[in-house]
């Protein structure tokens, strides 16, 4: 039988043993500490942070003057038993004079000297604006008119100004970037009319699109009502993190779900509208599209990021070399994820730099530099047409009847007198050309990346696709001048 082992600890040992126990509860207590202390840090209430910023945010009352009712009006015959309701009313005959009508929206101080941020929607088309302060000790005692500086549908933000016998109350803009899905935010304004409101919620989306090119939203559930259009959102610093533009209600009052432009966006447009009195955006000159899985596969590229080019007017991008079917990768140092990444990137470029653009051509990347254009100058000229739709077969081919390009069709169709291709005639509805948006009058002008004249052409594309182990052919689609990709199957 073995001896049992046995285990002593000396003296020293034991010393060590119990110094390690003291320090491992002492680290316990004091993390139990820091979180407690951590938690009573937090404040109780909001009013700190409401007396600190509300001196900064205004109501706005524009007024409009409405041409009277010009068109017929209603005609009560004598002896009805109406006439009674119509005779000697108060205004009868002044339906045809022209009517004040007043709205109310919010805006908040940007600077001492009076320059103020609002929505666009608030002020558009007034012809009087008031801005009426927080009531309190160093602040004007009574409204003032506000001149506009300038405006920027795109984003839906106004720069107003108002000349004050005294240093305004202001806030800054703080980093919409840095906000956080769950943080707390507080929202001012003048919900219906009803005077100064403050109102507090989270952080419950970033990154929202609604339907502008350059949306950039902030989601909240703090509650945003009519009249709290451009007002602030802040953070829990006093900051500036969106201005309130929308909400998403059935019925017109807050349910919840209120959208911010978010401050960086709002912020590089205030600038430009301070500095220009209008917005100036960097251009391209290229007309793009998202890079889906099945364009991807027929271009060889291994994932479905980046821009496709579809088409190259007269601009810098032409004048650079860009081509369509170029996939924009990266633009001056960033890379592109999407349309939409892109175009904001573009937008906030300098009008005049030269960028670095990286793209995927012929299995490969290069790199075009590009001097950027003006967006808005270029959008002055923009010009679109609406064609008829022919109806003339030719030849059955991947679910679409086409028809060659002739003359008659190019005018029937707007069509350029340069430009060749083939004219869809009809699409058969079970095809997936259908799905993928192919309509009668689409003209394609390219396949796999190639012009095409002929029918000939165009099955010629189909065997080299299909050679080239592809499962999908990428055709350039025109409608209405409007270019675009579409990659259809070739398993079927």
Do not use: C
């Amino acid at each position: 039988m073995q001896p049992q082992a046995t285990y002593s600890i000396s003296g020293p040992n034991i010393f060590a043993a119990r110094l390690r126990l003291f320090w491992l509860g002492a680290v316990t207590m004091l993390m139990v500490l820091t979180q407690t202390l951590t938690a009573q840090a937090r404040p109780e209430s909001l009013a700190p942070l409401a007396e600190q910023i509300s001196p900064s945010v205004v109501n706005i009352t524009t007024t409009t003057v409405v041409e009277g009712r010009t068109g017929p009006q209603g005609i009560v015959p004598e002896g009805s038993p109406f006439e009674e309701f119509f005779r000697d009313r108060p205004g009868n005959g002044d339906e045809n004079r022209p009517r004040r009508s007043s709205a109310l929206g919010s805006g908040f101080v940007i600077s001492e000297d009076g320059f103020i941020v609002t929505n666009n929607h608030v002020i558009d088309g007034a012809d009087e604006i008031q801005i009426e302060f927080f009531p309190g000790e160093g602040q004007p005692a009574e409204t003032l008119p506000a001149k506009v500086i300038g405006t920027d549908p795109k984003t839906d933000i106004a720069l107003l100004k108002v000349e004050a016998d005294m240093p305004l109350r202001f806030v800054r803009f703080g980093d919409s970037d840095t906000a956080r899905v769950g943080d707390w935010v507080v929202a001012m304004g003048n919900p219906l009319g009803q005077g100064f409101s403050v109102s507090a919620g989270i952080v419950s989306a970033r990154n929202r699109a609604l339907s502008g090119t350059y949306d950039d939203y902030i989601q909240t559930d703090a509650a945003i009502n009519r009249g709290n259009s451009g007002g602030p959102l802040f953070n829990m610093e006093g900051e500036v993190v969106g201005v309130n533009t929308a909400i998403l209600s059935p019925n017109g009052g807050s349910i919840g779900i209120g959208f911010s432009m978010a401050s960086n966006v709002v912020r590089r447009v205030v600038d430009q509208l301070k500095e220009f009195g209008e917005t100036r955006r960097g251009w391209l000159g290229v007309r793009i599209q998202d890079v889906s899985p099945d364009v991807a596969e027929a271009i060889g590229l291994e994932k479905a990021s980046g821009a496709l080019i579809t088409d190259v007017p007269d601009g810098p991008s032409k004048e650079a070399g860009l081509l369509a079917g170029d996939v924009i990768m990266s633009f001056d140092g960033v890379d592109v994820k999407d349309t939409r990444g892109l175009v904001k990137q573009v937008g906030n470029a300098e009008v005049g730099k030269a960028v670095r653009v990286v793209v995927y051509r012929d299995g490969g990347t290069q790199t075009v530099l590009v001097t950027l254009g003006r967006r808005e100058d270029a959008e002055r000229g923009e010009t679109s047409t609406q064609p008829a739709a022919p109806d003339v077969s030719e030849k059955d081919i991947l679910g679409l009847t086409l028809g060659l390009l002739t003359d008659e069709l190019r005018k029937e169709l707007s069509v350029p007198a340069d430009q060749n291709g083939l004219v869809v005639m009809s699409v058969d509805e079970a095809s997936q050309a259908w799905e993928k948006g192919l309509r009668a009058g689409d003209v394609i002008t390219e396949a796999g990346q190639q012009k095409i004249v002929s029918m000939d052409g165009f099955e010629e594309r189909i065997a080299e696709a299909k050679e080239a182990g592809r499962k999908s052919l990428l055709l350039l689609v025109r409608r209405a001048g409007e270019p675009r990709f579409v990659a259809l199957s070739l398993e079927n």
